[in-house]
């Protein structure tokens, strides 16, 4: 069973960046993909970044419109770790912050649903 768990959260002001690290760990087969997800108070949970294999060998990365061009998204495999680079946070970036993989080709993508596991989520606000 796959276990996520997230770390690098915490209150910045406007402007300011974080870096949010996922470790996996308890697998046996890497996963295909993992992703970075937000939820905010009263609002569905939403994908923000994603990263996953193409049959060549190669990643693929996608960004949601909100975040691309101040987010990025990496993953170094030695260390089963996957990061998010924030820079140029809004107030409007406040959320919990998931981090999710799954095994599945089918899976990869910015649906949450399709996901099988999950951390715990680390809490990011922005506010002056």
């Known amino acids: 069973q796959m276990q996520l768990a997230e770390s690098g959260g915490g209150s910045v002001q406007p402007g300011g960046s974080l870096r949010l690290s996922c470790v996996a760990s308890g697998y046996t087969d890497r996963p295909y993909c993992m992703g970075w997800f937000r939820q905010a108070t009263g609002e569905e949970r939403e994908g923000v970044a994603t990263i996953y294999r193409l049959e060549s060998g190669d990643r693929a990365i996608h960004y949601s419109d909100s975040v691309k061009g101040r987010f990025t998204i990496s993953q170094d495999n030695a260390k089963n770790t996957v990061y998010l680079q924030m820079n140029n946070l809004k107030p409007e970036d406040t959320a919990r912050y998931y981090c999710?993989?799954?095994?599945?080709?089918?899976?990869?993508?910015?649906?949450?649903?399709?996901?099988?596991?999950w951390g715990q989520g680390t809490q990011v606000t922005v506010s002056s």
């Open positions: 999710a993989a799954d095994q599945r080709a089918w899976a990869c993508g910015s649906r949450p649903e399709n996901y099988n596991y």
